[in-house]
């Protein structure tokens, strides 16, 4: 088990100290002890099952944990009012479900509610930062569309440019590329790398694409679903022998001049020794 914590001279944004996560007698995570920093982006890994979506509930203040404590800006989550922690983290879940008809630019302004005041209108800065978020996702066109005609991926990515439109300097984002072809994948994740380079900023975010992860993320946090984890820079991590024991099948390293990708072995065989690659 590998924890590497990243240190700065105050309080990060995010921490996790000793958290322990839970689903009924299973052990998740097991006294994990994390600092996210600023201009970090960390991709949480590992098989269906192995608790990506509990660590980011737990990190959001959404789920209890067994033990342990998780802090944003060195304060415990339970000590924040809940609209001054919404200034602070903003929160995609994996599935979005619309319970009513609304224009596109109506939802993504639902987000601005913590920095709203008074009687709770939205204020020219508000649209603008709606605007700004449908714009940085190349959704302009769809500003005036019923968000319940919208395609799967296209709803996806309503739903990060909601969460970007909320100005959180930490976003925990749960399986924010699900429902999108690589075209789209790709953009999104290169706007959240533009996004995080502004101010101190953090993205956590889960991701089933290993490859994805590697050329974007900066850190990895890899769940071998028995409790234990890997965590680090993300090629540190996310090898092929500790991928390979996390997902349950061999998987190799291949390289074509700069670029490089995890891929399964061709046949089933022991899993690849500590640093292995092909």
Partial sequence: MNRTTSTTDSAPLLAAHSLTLRAG????????????????IWCVAGANGA????????????????????????????????????????????????????????????????????????????????????????????????????SGGERQRV???????????????D?????????????CLEALVRWVSIDARTIVFSCHDLNLARRYATHALL???????????VREVLTPARASDAFGHPLVL????PHEALVPALSRGPVPSPGGEA
């Fill in 25 to 40: 007698i299973r052990t998740l995570v097991e006294s994990l002890t994390l600092s996210f920093g600023a201009g970090e």
């Fill in 254 to 257: 291949i390289r074509d001049g």
């Fill in 175 to 187: 399986e924010p590329l699900s429902h999108l072809d690589l075209h789209h994948q790709i953009a």
């Fill in 51 to 150: 608790g990506k979506t509990t660590l980011i509930g737990a990190l959001a203040g959404l789920r209890a944990s067994a033990a342990g404590r998780v802090e944003i800006d060195g304060r415990a989550l339970e000590d924040w009012a809940p609209v001054r922690l919404a200034q602070r983290r903003a929160l995609m879940p994996q599935d979005v479900h619309d319970a009513f008809s609304a224009s596109v630019l109506d939802i993504v302004l639902l987000n601005r509610y913590p920095h709203l005041a008074g009687w709770g209108w939205e204020r020219d800065e508000d649209r603008v930062a709606a605007h700004d978020a449908l714009a940085a996702l190349g959704l302009e066109a769809l500003v005036t569309r019923d968000v319940l005609s919208l």
């Fill in 159 to 173: 739903a990060l440019a909601a969460v970007l439109c909320q100005d959180a300097p930490l976003l925990l984002l």
């Fill in 223 to 233: 769940l071998d679903g028995r409790g234990g984890f890997h965590a680090g820079p």
